[in-house]
């Protein structure tokens, strides 16, 4: 099975993010970088299945060359292979991301063939836009489901008793059963691939890269590609920063002092 | 709500271990009316304390840092807080394998026990190391894994238990200061954070990697910069979970590619001081809020650690697959000279530094500190080289502590010869005659920030006539050449000219000048108005803090001349002891006064080549002051102070003059000198074999604040009647009788190792031992140890100085010395001087 798995380099930031003098971005001096939390799973996922089932997993991603660190650490989880598309870094718009991933896409599958899987993180960790997994599925002409907290490889159809939603299209065909959370239950999709999926933070548990994983990874040989493409509607006016919440704290004593006004509180709740 | 502490006695800045430990022993000593103040949450507010790796290997060469690694180790341990799991470092060199044989000399100094692994026996203590890749060990079974954060935790209990205020998630905004007690001098006077202003006397800065943010907000300045000490935590690994410990085997130091792997429960942490360094200033660290896990543990920059890994794997290969669950740059303090920063701090005063301390030596340099404050100076040992007052204006840049720390990062697990020099920063401060030297191929040592010359390659020519080697082994050749030994001899057959240009003097004017030197010094200042004397300074408990000149200049002026390794403390000194009532002005001529040096039989010659004055020792009586003008050809006339003094044993003067008349000075008496075989003379002469030969002690080898004037063989026969700092203990130590130690020189009488090669004791705090190699301990826990050692030309010997009980100070004692863990013959020659004893060439 051939899998791309479409990750984001995204700041890694502590309790409180700071906007930076331009108003339009994070301030990440003093900010490490990781992989959105979703797409991590998404990786994970597909190291997964390719180590049950055989394959390679491909990760692609859209942004300057720092987010080749994200590529590698993906390899050092697993992947097998890597792709740039190389952006100035600036912050590209959903429409205009969507359209250099489908670009990029469509000529990695010119030249090596079609993936069979194309997993998306839910949304990214720093914009959350929930669009370029959807903008890039259509684009492509596949299915697309999101939220994804469970995938199951099914056997080709006519082995498998289907629920009759998918687009099989016939004897040996690749099929999948994904799974994702409704409010009280499951909603369960079953279709045929090529597909794209919108993996969830959940699905599983990511694995660290091992020592050998990370220093295996610094063999990888990065695919850059050079796309430019038109921006989208959507523009970035500015970065607001609310208030800090802050939640008021009363202590009522230390040790024995307190235990009377702590029943006083308690009781006011009526919860004794 | 306790109501906000609105003053304060004291006012500790920063809760991590040294904060800590610092409020429990201040209250241990009797202080009240504490606060300590953290920006951060209790009982990890984000410093270096919260991801230290929390182990404490006891040996280093350097002793204040070892006895004061092993005091905290001790106090961890009396809390029952630390596992001994014992630690192995190990070498892939030969050269690390001798510098083991080094790290035992130094564990047998401190009485830290140790002992040499094959790499058999290596594995049998860690069966996953791979002794492929390794010569040997050495092993410390006494090296512990601490609770640092409990330690903390307990020891700032101990102090609220008494009162101490604790203020967390508070952050200091300001330190306030009011100007005096003297002109431009000021006074802490109060903490502004974010929760109130706290009235206070004194403020200690104990915050690591924020200290020197927290001294600039009072105009002061502590030199370290936050720097980056990778580690990364892998696992889960059977082999370690199985011992079901947090610590179940030793750790290991691959001392040769810089790193530790030390197991953490089922996880073995990996640590590194191999990477590049990477240094950040204090403003780039994020505040608690912003930082993803805690300010100090910044985002780990793979690539730098990357070669770490593979070398981890060559000496654990299970590490391979173990999985990197953590990994941090973590931040740490560093200085310019890889020392912490302890005590009151120039600037201003009761404005204490804590700072530039690891886990490893936090609860005892707390100790240290605490003491500091309560009775005018550490007890538990000396800190000299700790002393915040030790750094001059050059080293106190941010450029300068960059340079140097970027030097010695890796160096953290070096190889270091003792007499290493730095190669970052130099020519700092040079004296007049720089080119001169230059040019006569003067290789230079740099004594803090002035270069010296220790030996000129001019005089090349001396070894062949004097029929002089280089030494067998090269480490004991390393920074020291036999053109050393060669300026020796010539100067005790004819006569050398020194440098003396670092030289810190200082001058006290006015009329309570030479009452207020009377205080200082522990021998009398109030001599006639030309003459000299030679005196300790003492700190409150007796012992040493100084050992200097003082020159009776006019009826109003004192001068002060020390050596450059101690002036920067001898100056903060002077002033924080100077009357506030105006009568005393306190100058540094340092840099307006140059000084040389001209001894030897044929210096009197020499100098009466150029000056009329009568040079006998009825016309300059040894320890004389004299103006006079010398006959510089056509520079004309050059006026300067002669001071018949010696600190090498032979006839001659120190001449003071006018920097900008220094050179012209040389140039004419080198011309003078021609004839009489006057040679430039390096500091080896002047500051190592004229002085040992002659059995003079120096301030930071044979004298510290642990010993007193008797114990060194400098007391004079009464005491002044004045008072002085320090004399109630004086008195009280020659009341008790004959001192228990006596300072001595001892001639290594056989220096072949067991490879038959000499061998040359370097200085550095070798063991002298009884011939049965039994340590030699006096009543107080002071070891006997080599305090200087080095060359004898003159008397054909390889000479070191000890303090050695009094039973065995008699000559002829026979003893040893430990040098590269193996015992070489040594034997009592003298508490005074093995070469002209009776001083007779002095005072020809």
């Known amino acids: 099975m051939r899998i791309l798995c479409c990750i984001k380099r995204v700041p890694a930031p502590g309790a409180k993010i700071n906007v930076a003098a331009d108003g339009c971005s994070v301030d990440a001096a003093h900010l490490g970088f990781t992989t959105s939390p979703h797409e991590e799973c998404a990786?994970?996922?597909?190291?997964?299945?390719?180590?049950?089932?055989?394959?390679?997993?491909?990760?692609?991603?859209?942004?300057?060359?720092?987010?080749?660190?994200?590529?590698?650490?993906?390899?050092?989880?697993?992947?097998?292979?890597?792709?740039?598309?190389?952006?100035?870094?600036?912050?590209?718009?959903?429409?205009?991301?969507?359209?250099?991933?489908?670009?990029?896409?469509?000529?990695?599958?010119?030249?090596?063939?079609?993936?069979?899987?194309?997993?998306?993180?839910?949304?990214?960790?720093?914009?959350?836009?929930?669009?370029?997994?959807?903008?890039?599925?259509?684009?492509?002409?596949?299915?697309?489901?999101?939220?994804?907290?469970?995938?199951?490889?099914?056997?080709?159809?006519?082995?498998?008793?289907?629920?009759?939603?998918?687009?099989?299209?016939?004897?040996?065909?690749?099929?999948?059963?994904?799974?994702?959370?409704?409010?009280?239950?499951?909603?369960?999709?079953?279709?045929?691939?090529?597909?794209?999926?919108?993996?969830?933070?959940g699905i599983n548990l990511p694995r660290y890269p091992t020592m050998r994983g990370r220093l295996a990874s610094k063999k990888l040989q990065i695919t850059t590609l050079e796309l430019d493409c038109v921006a989208g509607g959507q523009k970035l006016r500015r970065l607001h920063r609310p208030a800090e919440t802050v939640s008021e704290t009363s202590i009522l004593g230390q040790g024995d002092t307190g235990v009377a006004a702590a029943v006083d509180v308690i009781e006011g709740l009526g919860l004794m | 709500m306790d109501e906000f502490p609105s003053s304060a006695k004291c006012v500790v800045i920063g809760a991590g271990i040294v904060g800590n430990c610092l409020v429990g022993h201040l209250t241990k000593l009797g202080w009240s009316d504490l606060v300590l103040v953290d920006k951060g949450p209790l009982p990890n507010p984000g410093g270096s304390t919260g991801h230290a790796s929390n182990f404490i290997f006891p040996v280093d060469h350097n002793k204040e840092m070892c006895l004061l690694?092993?005091?905290?180790?001790?106090?961890?341990?009396?809390?029952?807080?630390?596992?001994?799991?014992?630690?192995?470092?190990?070498?892939?060199?030969?050269?690390?394998?001798?510098?083991?044989?080094?790290?035992?000399?130094?564990?047998?100094?401190?009485?830290?026990?140790?002992?040499?692994?094959?790499?058999?026996?290596?594995?049998?203590?860690?069966?996953?190391?791979?002794?492929?890749?390794?010569?040997?060990?050495?092993?410390?079974?006494?090296?512990?894994?601490?609770?640092?954060l409990e330690t903390g935790t307990v020891m700032r209990r101990l102090a609220t238990d008494n009162g101490c205020r604790v203020l967390a998630n508070t952050e200091v905004l300001d330190v306030v200061t009011t100007p005096g007690p003297n002109p431009g001098e000021s006074t802490v006077s109060a903490v502004v954070t974010s929760a109130g202003t706290i009235e206070t006397e004194y403020v200690v800065i104990a915050c690591g990697v924020w200290s020197n943010r927290i001294a600039n907000m009072a105009d002061a300045y502590i030199p370290l910069v936050p720097a980056v000490h990778q580690m990364a935590d892998v696992g889960p690994i059977d082999m370690l979970a199985h011992t079901g410990k947090e610590i179940g085997y030793p750790i290991v130091r691959d001392m040769d590619t810089y790193c530790y792997e030390r197991q953490s429960s089922g996880s073995m942490e990996v640590g590194s001081y191999a990477h590049r360094p990477i240094l950040h200033h204090p403003d780039e660290i994020p505040s608690n809020d912003e930082a993803a896990l805690s300010p100090t543990e910044m985002p780990f920059t793979p690539d730098d650690f990357d070669p770490q890994m593979e070398q981890a794997i060559e000496l654990m290969d299970m590490l391979g697959d173990a999985e990197i669950k953590y990994a941090i740059n973590g931040l740490l303090s560093l200085t310019p000279?890889?020392?912490?920063?302890?005590?009151?701090?120039?600037?201003?005063?009761?404005?204490?530094?804590?700072?530039?301390?690891?886990?490893?030596?936090?609860p005892g340099m707390a100790q240290a500190v605490a003491e500091w404050m309560t009775y005018g100076y550490p007890r538990v040992i000396d800190v000299h080289g700790s002393d915040i007052a030790r750094f001059y204006p050059e080293e106190r840049s941010d450029e300068h502590i960059w340079a140097r720390a970027s030097e010695h990062f890796n160096k953290t697990y070096g190889i270091v010869h003792p007499a290493e020099q730095w190669e970052s920063r130099r020519n700092l401060r040079v004296g007049p005659y720089f080119s001169r030297q230059q040019e006569l191929g003067a290789f230079f040592f740099q004594a803090r920030t002035w270069e010296r010359p220790h030996w000129f390659e001019s005089n090349t020519d001396l070894v062949q006539r004097y029929g002089l080697s280089e030494r067998p082994v090269e480490w004991d050749n390393r920074w020291w050449s036999p053109i050393c030994n060669a300026e020796h001899l010539n100067l005790r057959e004819n006569c050398g000219l020194v440098d003396l240009s670092a030289f810190q003097v200082y001058e006290l004017t006015g009329p309570g000048a030479v009452a207020y030197a009377e205080r200082l010094a522990v021998n009398?200042?109030?001599?006639?108005?030309?003459?000299?004397?030679?005196?300790?300074?003492?700190?409150?408990?007796?012992?040493?803090?100084?050992?200097?000149?003082?020159?009776?200049?006019?009826?109003?002026?004192?001068?002060?001349?020390?050596?450059?390794?101690?002036?920067?403390?001898?100056?903060?000194?002077?002033?924080?002891?100077?009357?506030?009532?105006?009568?005393?002005?306190?100058?540094?001529?340092?840099?307006?006064?140059?000084?040389?040096?001209?001894?030897?039989?044929?210096?009197?010659?020499?100098?009466?080549?150029?000056?009329?004055?009568?040079?006998?020792?009825?016309?300059?009586?040894?320890?004389?002051?004299?103006?006079?003008?010398?006959?510089?050809?056509?520079?004309?006339?050059?006026?300067?102070?002669?001071?018949?003094?010696?600190?090498?044993?032979?006839?001659?003067?120190?001449?003071?003059?006018?920097?900008?008349?220094?050179?012209?000075?040389?140039?004419?008496?080198?011309?003078?000198?021609?004839?009489?075989?006057?040679?430039?003379?390096?500091?080896?002469?002047?500051?190592?074999?004229?002085?040992?030969?002659?059995?003079?002690?120096?301030?930071?080898?044979?004298?510290?604040s642990?010993?007193?004037?008797?114990?060194?063989?400098?007391?004079?026969?009464?005491?002044?009647?004045?008072?002085?700092?320090?004399?109630?203990?004086?008195?009280?130590a020659r009341d008790a009788g004959d001192p228990e130690v006596q300072m001595c020189v001892l001639t290594v009488e056989d220096q072949h190792d067991s490879q038959g090669r000499k061998r040359y004791m370097q200085g550095g705090n070798e063991p002298i031992v009884t011939p049965d190699g039994k340590r030699i301990i006096d009543s107080h826990g002071r070891v006997s140890r080599v305090t200087t050692a080095g060359p004898g030309p003159s008397v054909g010997k390889h000479l070191l100085m000890s303090y050695l009980p009094a039973e065995l100070a008699s000559p002829g004692t026979q003893l040893g010395v430990v040098y590269m863990n193996e015992i070489f013959d040594a034997r009592v020659a003298t508490t005074g001087a093995v070469f002209d004893p009776d001083d007779s060439r002095l005072k020809s």
């Open chain 2, 524 to 704: 009398k200042v109030d001599v006639a108005v030309g003459r000299s004397i030679y005196t300790p300074w003492l700190t409150p408990d007796g012992g040493f803090h100084s050992d200097l000149t003082m020159m009776r200049m006019a009826e109003d002026r004192v001068r002060i001349v020390t050596g450059v390794f101690d002036g920067g403390r001898d100056k903060f000194w002077i002033r924080r002891h100077m009357p506030s009532d105006g009568s005393v002005r306190f100058d540094d001529l340092t840099s307006d006064i140059t000084t040389l040096g001209l001894w030897g039989p044929n210096a009197p010659a020499v100098l009466a080549q150029i000056c009329d004055f009568d040079l006998s020792q009825d016309g300059s009586p040894y320890g004389s002051l004299r103006e006079v003008e010398l006959n510089c050809g056509a520079a004309g006339t050059v006026k300067a102070t002669l001071f018949r003094i010696s600190y090498v044993g032979d006839t001659g003067w120190e001449m003071y003059l006018n920097w900008n008349d220094g050179p012209a000075l040389w140039d004419t008496l080198m011309r003078a000198g021609g004839e009489y075989g006057l040679r430039p003379t390096g500091g080896s002469v002047y500051s190592i074999s004229g002085r040992l030969e002659k059995g003079y002690r120096l301030m930071g080898a044979e004298l510290e």
């Open chain 1, 43 to 201: 990786v994970e996922e597909a190291v997964q299945i390719t180590e049950r089932g055989g394959g390679e997993v491909t990760v692609l991603t859209l942004g300057s060359v720092e987010a080749g660190e994200q590529l590698r650490y993906a390899a050092s989880v697993g992947a097998h292979h890597g792709v740039l598309v190389a952006s100035d870094g600036s912050s590209w718009d959903p429409q205009r991301t969507a359209r250099a991933l489908t670009t990029a896409i469509e000529s990695l599958e010119a030249d090596s063939g079609t993936f069979d899987l194309i997993l998306f993180g839910n949304e990214s960790a720093d914009s959350g836009g929930f669009q370029v997994g959807v903008r890039v599925a259509c684009a492509l002409g596949r299915a697309i489901v999101n939220g994804v907290k469970g995938i199951e490889l099914l056997e080709r159809k006519g082995e498998v008793e289907g629920k009759g939603q998918s687009e099989g299209k016939g004897e040996g065909e690749a099929r999948l059963r994904a799974r994702r959370e409704i409010e009280g239950g499951f909603e369960v999709y079953e279709f045929g691939l090529p597909a794209v999926l919108g993996i969830k933070e």
């Open chain 2, 706 to 732: 642990e010993y007193n004037p008797l114990e060194a063989g400098l007391a004079r026969p009464r005491v002044k009647a004045t008072d002085f700092i320090g004399k109630e203990a004086y008195l009280k």
């Open chain 2, 69 to 148: 690694g092993v005091q905290s180790a001790n106090q961890y341990r009396d809390l029952g807080l630390s596992v001994d799991s014992g630690g192995i470092e190990v070498a892939r060199t030969q050269q690390r394998m001798d510098e083991f044989q080094r790290r035992m000399t130094s564990a047998k100094a401190w009485g830290v026990d140790a002992q040499l692994l094959s790499p058999e026996e290596v594995r049998e203590l860690v069966p996953f190391v791979n002794t492929d890749v390794i010569l040997g060990g050495f092993y410390c079974p006494s090296v512990s894994v601490v609770d640092s």
């Open chain 2, 337 to 362: 000279d890889a020392m912490p920063c302890l005590g009151e701090v120039p600037d201003v005063r009761n404005l204490w530094s804590a700072a530039a301390v690891w886990v490893k030596e936090g």
